[in-house]
């Protein structure tokens, strides 16, 4: 069962939530936001026991509804699970409860375009907090690893620079890099979204 389903913000729509420039609304880097969802679906499954890394994070033990048990490459398994609509169904979430308004338009009458604008900033600065007390060891155990992940993460795909700007943050930025270096998922994020992004200009 998802943190959501007991009633707690799941990982990625605390990441989606984070990704939001907070006056448009606008996803910022859609690609980088993409790939960190995947990663923070992966990291919430290994905390709810499905998911389990190998010794080096390149693989992991998938176990399915049926109980069966099976490997994947982890890479592989980021870049199927950043395909899609994995966007617009946070952003969705998010409505949902009453944290943004979803709004739809179409891009020169054509292209639908869909922005996630702010109902209020206590939340997003409730996670900016959780992560900067997580990154200076100041938080309870629990909400310390969630929020020590989530801010790793952020530095995995380059959008702690735009959740964090600026010299003010220069310390927490290289605190959290330094967590993303040693957390495998975050590796295996960063690493997934260098090859799709090497891929997209003809580098792969």
């Known amino acids: 069962m998802t943190a959501a389903a007991h009633g707690r913000s799941s990982m990625a729509e605390d990441l989606m939530l984070l990704a939001l420039e907070p006056g448009s609304g606008r996803v910022r880097g859609r690609l980088r936001t993409r790939y960190a969802l995947a990663a923070a679906e992966l990291m919430e499954r290994e905390l709810t026991g499905s998911v389990r890394p190998e010794a080096d994070g390149r693989r992991v033990a998938v176990t ?43 891009l020169a009458g054509v292209l639908p375009v869909t922005r996630y604008p702010l109902l209020g ?35 995995a795909v380059g959008l702690d620079g735009p959740v964090f700007p600026g010299p003010a943050f220069r310390g927490l930025r290289r605190r959290l890099a330094e967590r993303a270096a040693a957390d495998w998922a975050a590796r295996e994020a960063r690493r997934a979204l260098r090859a799709a992004m090497a891929a997209a200009s003809g580098g792969g």
Not at 82 to 103: E, M, S
Not at 137 to 145: K, P, Q, R, Y
């Open 64 to 106: 399915g509804s049926s109980g069966t048990a099976g490997r994947a490459l982890t890479r592989r398994w980021l870049a199927r699970h950043a395909r899609g609509g994995a966007i617009a169904r946070y952003g969705d979430h998010l409505a949902a409860r009453g944290l943004v308004r979803a709004r739809r338009r179409r």
């Open 121 to 155: 900033h206590d939340a997003v600065a409730e996670l900016r907090s959780r992560i900067e007390a997580a990154a200076q060891g100041d938080a309870d155990a629990t909400a310390d690893l969630r929020a020590l992940r989530l801010g790793a993460l952020l530095a």
